[in-house]
């Protein structure tokens, strides 16, 4: 079992960048695909950014392709998200997420943190 604490959340201007981590308890962090999510006000959670155990798979949603960038440090059981050029649209509470299944891309996730809000003023 993994407990998840997400930061780096905050206030922003549009065009500006904000790095949120995640960090996770635990020995076995290295054995966790990691997710992060976004669920705006009024909207279903979705899917932003995903990695594999070792850093060296990651996908991303359409709408942040190029703009945010999913890296993991195993040693410091954390993983981060970059997030560039913001825009008011990526207003959101931001969840780290982990599987442990062994599959990847994760079928779903087991474990999340408990979010971070990210506003971002136009």
């Known amino acids: 079992q993994v407990q998840l604490v997400e930061s780096g959340g905050g206030l922003v201007q549009a065009g500006g960048s904000l790095r949120l981590s995640c960090a996770g308890s635990?020995?076995?962090?290295?054995?966790?695909?990691m997710g992060w999510f976004r669920q705006a006000p009024g909207k279903e959670r979705e899917f932003v950014a995903r990695?594999?155990?070792?850093?060296?798979?990651?996908s991303y949603a359409d709408s942040v392709k190029g703009r945010f960038f999913i890296s993991r440090d195993n040693a410091k059981n954390t993983v981060y998200l970059q997030m560039n050029s913001l825009k008011p649209e990526d207003t959101a509470v931001y969840y780290c997420a982990a599987d442990d299944s062994g599959r990847y891309p994760p079928p779903d996730y087991d474990y999340w943190g408990q979010g971070t809000q990210v506003t971002v003023s136009s």
């Open positions: 990695i594999n155990w070792g850093g060296s798979s990651t």
């Open positions: 635990g020995r076995t962090f290295s054995s966790y695909a």
